[in-house]
């Protein structure tokens, strides 16, 4: 791994542009969160849900209403028998003030408003943990990406430069007559192949850090190399079917469904509330002023009352049984749409099982592939200068050296974010920490996230 911890080192001097901010992946994510305006839409979602689980509290609270009126009266009475004792013509101000206060008592739409409103808060808060990870799950594949194309510039600057090497030896070896004239064609071909890779990879590498800094807001941003321990196992659960469990259950999709699904329950117990008798308790205070009455002068009234009350729709046109009928419909949809999320939680959840254990066998096969390279590439080296090998040998060695070298990088990359595609199936993401699998350190010194 000593070429790994060199690649390393080279990649923190040379990969950089000066005066980048060198950010780990969990810092990634902590600024594409602050930044990213998704989430601040799903947080207003979340607070206007409060809202309404406030609403719903208040339909079931007393209610306390205040009138006033004030008026100028002009009143003309005429009697069919004429009356002496009463006036006839009356202009009189007329003042009224008054309190109501009402207690709903049974009320079975507002009782479903009010469940609907705390599943509303519910929901909201549950938005915005799918929205996290969504952000988390990109961020995290744009950070790879950059990850990756990193290691495949230092791979290509390598092969540039050891096929530079190759070609000046080559070019000296023809002149003193050891050489083919087609040897040393092959090695300059091969040299100015290597430089378009390597131009090509720095474009891959600028825009995939241009994707990261439309993520996190930072225009100067750098990633570090790969880090991650040599012993990596598949976690304690060995068997999909333990993850489709969890991920029928946990699943931040299946829980925000079964979540709609309550509500559109509530929302077929308030269509059926709304056609249902609702008693209320009331108590009354009112007092009145008039500046004249029939008799002449002015009286002042003072009522109180307390009670019940009862109202029950009758008909309605038939929309309210309408809206019955639809609610029924709307709940039978909410719970198809139920068992078709816990399907599609449970297949991810195997496949990012199946991707994760993968990716583990993968990286190991790579670093092996890694250590044949580079040992194949050294005895290609040495044979070369005993004359037992050719300059295509050494060039084709290398090749394959500097191509095993780029394509761990990737196999590590592809581990770290199956590992979260894992996590995020079974709803957990966004309540772990991040693996800290990239760093300083050299290879092998930090360890990788672990599984509840």
């Known amino acids: 791994m000593i070429t790994r911890t060199i690649l390393c080192c080279m990649c923190a001097l040379m990969s950089c542009p000066v005066g980048a901010e ?91 408003g009010y469940r609907q409103g705390a599943l509303s808060a519910e929901t909201g808060e549950m938005k915005l943990r799918l929205e996290h990870q969504r952000l988390m799950l990109e961020t995290a594949q744009t950070y790879l990406e950059a990850v990756t194309a990193r290691a495949a510039l230092l791979s290509a600057r390598a092969k540039e430069a050891a096929a530079e090497s190759l070609a000046e030896q080559a070019q000296a070896t023809f002149k003193a007559g050891v050489m083919t004239f087609n040897e040393g064609l092959d090695a300059d071909a091969r040299r100015d192949l290597a430089q378009a890779e390597r131009l090509a990879a720095e474009n891959d590498l600028d825009q995939a850090r241009d994707r990261l800094a439309s993520l996190t807001g930072n225009m100067e941003i ?55 008798p609702k008693v209320e308790a009331f108590a009354s205070l009112q007092g009145n002023r008039a500046t004249s009455g029939q008799l002449g002068t002015g009286t002042r009234t003072r009522d109180q009352a307390v009670g019940l009350q009862v109202s029950m729709p009758l008909f309605a046109g038939g929309g309210d049984v309408a809206r019955v009928k639809m609610s029924k419909k709307a709940a039978l949809q909410a719970d198809y749409l139920l068992q078709d999320d816990i399907r599609l939680a449970r297949l991810t959840a195997r496949q990012a099982y199946r991707g994760y254990a993968a990716a583990i066998s993968q990286m190991h096969a790579m670093r092996k592939a890694v250590a044949s390279a580079k040992e194949a590439a050294d ?61 300083v350190g050299s290879p092998g010194d930090v360890a990788v996230g672990s599984f509840r």
Do not use: C
């Open 379 to 439: 005895a290609a080296r040495m044979g070369h200068e005993v004359g037992l090998r050719t300059l295509t040998d050494v060039l084709d060695a290398d090749g394959r050296r500097f191509e095993a070298e780029k394509n761990l990088a990737g196999a590590e990359a592809q581990f770290v974010f199956a590992e979260l595609q894992l996590k995020s199936s079974v709803g957990t993401l966004d309540s772990e920490p991040l693996p800290d699998v990239f760093g």
């Open 22 to 112: 060198e950010v780990s992946l969990a810092r990634a994510v902590e600024l594409a969160v602050e930044h990213a305006p998704a989430m601040k839409a799903a947080e207003a979602g979340r607070d206007m849900a409060d809202q309404e689980a406030a609403i719903g509290y208040a339909g079931l609270m007393p209610r306390l209403d205040a009138t006033g009126t004030y008026q100028l009266r002009n009143q003309k009475t005429t009697y069919d028998q004429p009356r002496n004792l009463f006036l006839t013509n009356q202009k009189y101000r007329d003042s009224t003030v008054g309190l109501r206060l009402v207690q709903p008592l049974f009320d079975l739409e507002r009782w479903a």
């Open 222 to 276: 750098g990633v570090f190399p790969p880090s991650i321990a040599g012993d990596l196992a598949v976690p304690a659960s060995t068997e999909p079917e333990s993850w489709e469990r969890r991920a029928a259950e946990q699943a931040i999709s299946v829980r925000l469904a079964r979540l709609q699904f309550r509500t559109a329950e509530q929302e077929e117990l308030k269509a059926v509330g709304s056609n249902l």
